[in-house]
């Protein structure tokens, strides 16, 4: 473990590859990042309750509790903290799995650091985006400046990727976006990251907000927001 000043905030590296450590760390540091890093899971769970870091850059290939554990247990505890899953397996089941737990993005090794740094700076910025005002669409209030969403009055916790794709898409209530121009606005990279990346967070919010979750699927094209729902 071990820590550096930054300006930008905390990040919390799980990594049991000390070179992959020393690799991120540098990056993150010359971004303006302070640097906190763990080689377990169990620690991870701890230092992240313990120091809050703006975002944990997380392995998931961990000795003993690996990155998907750590994940889940962090969304089970209402835990939100931006995760970015690095994986050595490039399978769809995994990364789906990965999204599905709540993690927002993932690389996959060998990466570049430049992609990683990339990814991680999209994922804060969802995070902390510009703020519109509430959006309304039915029953569900997207509140842009305290980024809650509210079902009624009952609220529902979503991670920085799923608030930044609905906002995204109540912003434009009606406008049918292609899975590829989500990518782009939403995720900030192109269609070959891969669509079905899309679909799962689609699934994750219409699984948190059931029958009142506003979008609609248009079948060969994409997804709109309804106004109406």
Do not use: N
């Amino acid at each position: 473990m071990e820590t550096s000043p930054g300006g930008r905030g905390l990040v919390l590296v799980v990594e049991d590859e000390p070179a992959i450590v020393d690799l991120i760390g540098l990056y993150l540091r010359r971004d303006g990042f302070s640097v906190l890093t763990a080689a377990e899971g169990s620690a991870a769970l701890e230092l992240v309750r313990r120091h809050r870091p703006v975002a944990v850059v997380l392995d998931v290939g961990l000795p003993g509790l690996d990155g998907i554990e750590v994940c889940r247990r962090l969304r089970a505890d209402d835990d939100w903290t931006p995760v970015l899953f690095v994986t050595a397996r490039d399978d769809e089941v995994d990364r789906v799995l990965g999204l599905e737990i709540g993690a927002d993005d993932y690389v996959v090794k060998p990466f570049s650091p430049r992609e990683l740094m990339a990814r991680l700076r999209t994922v804060l910025r969802r995070g902390t985006g510009p703020a519109p005002g509430p959006l309304v669409l039915g029953r569900v209030r997207v509140d842009t400046v305290t980024r809650r969403v509210l079902v009624d009055d009952d609220e529902v916790a979503l991670t920085a990727t799923e608030f930044a794709l609905l906002a995204h898409l109540a912003r434009y209530p009606g406008r049918v976006f292609s899975r590829e121009q989500l990518l782009s606005s939403v995720w900030g990279y192109a269609a070959h990251a891969g669509t079905r990346t899309v679909d799962v967070h689609v699934a994750q919010l219409r699984g948190k907000l059931g029958g009142d979750c506003p979008i609609r699927t248009v079948r060969g094209v994409g997804y709109a927001a309804e106004v109406g729902r």
